[in-house]
């Protein structure tokens, strides 16, 4: 076996979570490993948010085009399009960022070691022949699609997010099991598309985690857009049929050339020496850490997916900053689940962040709630899209803004601004204070903000 090697800190997985804790370690002055046992940027980068927001942009577009048009006054007769060049621009997009993570790891002295690592305990961790040895690690090993007991994905027939993401072709037809953000994403593209959609959801409504109103307005714009949307639905199988799959369901079946899997992920947590390490984790095989990433084992730490929570990039990107700076004794930035702001990028768009109404009630606060309808944004008509609306949830007697839930046009870019005013504990009134830029969509917040208090101007 080669000799040991030593670092302050070793970070086992270079999704977004674990790049960006060793970059963070490396700033602070830590001598910081990467082990990666596939592709530097992970499930995000490579099979995750950014391929499939590249093809949703396509998607969007050439589905704007089409349907939109004539009501912009274009015209344009032959919109098509050449799905091996969406497909080869989605790559060169990935392969950009992925050349740009690598540099980065260069830029801050980062070593990477590729291979798949294990911890031994004491603060070494295994990598083929090598022996690592660090004071600190930080486990960031991610999450993979769960499988579903009888739907067996095959890569071809019955796939899974990982298979779609990276398709060089389109079926006529698809079902889609679940419908959390990634069932909700890929049936906006498929339908962009011009594919016929099914949506199999085993709960009451779409988007089940969102606040129940956001659920509605998108299930309206879903059977507007001719999704065929069955909700509470009971899946008991599915097998390969002549023509493409077969979903047995409680109450009949569903005939489809693809199938695409997407009931939430699972933790990769097994097989990597938690257990040699003295990591305890949750029932659900998620690494239990506290607010500042610390696991049950001295000298480890855990971020991203693997910890559970919500399975967000940007979540994990900020759990790793945490560790780094907690490792070396910074206790800035506790890690706070309310300030996790949610991007789902279906179209009509949808982001949130901190509580539901249904939440807030839950927690025993008395609640005033603000809305503003994009139909009556100056900016949303002149984008020619008028459906969906924010809502804005604070606190009766404090004015405290507690939760903010977008759903509409550009929703993702907007949910920034109510995500400040929650980090600064501001109150909703103060958001309607800010003099949003006209005509822009980030009116529709501060509208949203004085309507807390009944006072707002343009409804
Ligand atoms: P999810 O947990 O968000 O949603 C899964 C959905 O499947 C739920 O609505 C659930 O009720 C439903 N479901 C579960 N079992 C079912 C069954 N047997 N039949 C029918 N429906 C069933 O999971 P996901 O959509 O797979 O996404 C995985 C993770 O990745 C999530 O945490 C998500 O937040 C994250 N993600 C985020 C984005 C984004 O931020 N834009 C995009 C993709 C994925």
Known sequence: ???????D????????????AAIRAAQLGQRTVVIEESRLGGVCLHIGCIPTKALLESSGLYHKLRERGAELGLRATEVG???ERIASRRDAIVDRLWRGVQGLMRKHRIEVVQGRGCLLGDGRVQVAERVLQARAIIVATGSSPRSLPGVEPDGERIITSDHATLTRTLPASIAIIGAGAVGVEFATFYRQMGVRVTLLEALERLVPQEDADVSGALLRSFQQAGIDCRLSARVLGAHRSENGVTVELEDGRVEAEQLLVAIGRAPNTRG???EAAGVELDQRGFIRVDEWMRTSAPGVWAIGDAVGGFLLAHAAAHEGVTAAEDIVGRRVHPMEQELVTRCT???????SV?????????RGHEVKVGRFPFLASGRALIHGETEGFVKLVADAESGQLLGAHVVGVQATELIAEPALARLFQGDAWEMGRNIHPHPTLSEALG????AVDGVALNV
């Open 1 to 7: 076996m080669a000799p040991t090697t030593e670092f």
């Open 9 to 20: 800190v070793a970070v086992l997985g270079g999704g977004t979570g674990g790049y960006t």
């Open 81 to 83: 399009f050449d799905f």
């Open 272 to 274: 990597i020496g938690l």
């Open 345 to 351: 990028f279906s179209s009509p768009e949808i982001a």
């Open 354 to 362: 901190g509580l539901t109404e249904t939440q807030a009630r839950e």
């Open 447 to 450: 509208e949203a903000a004085l």
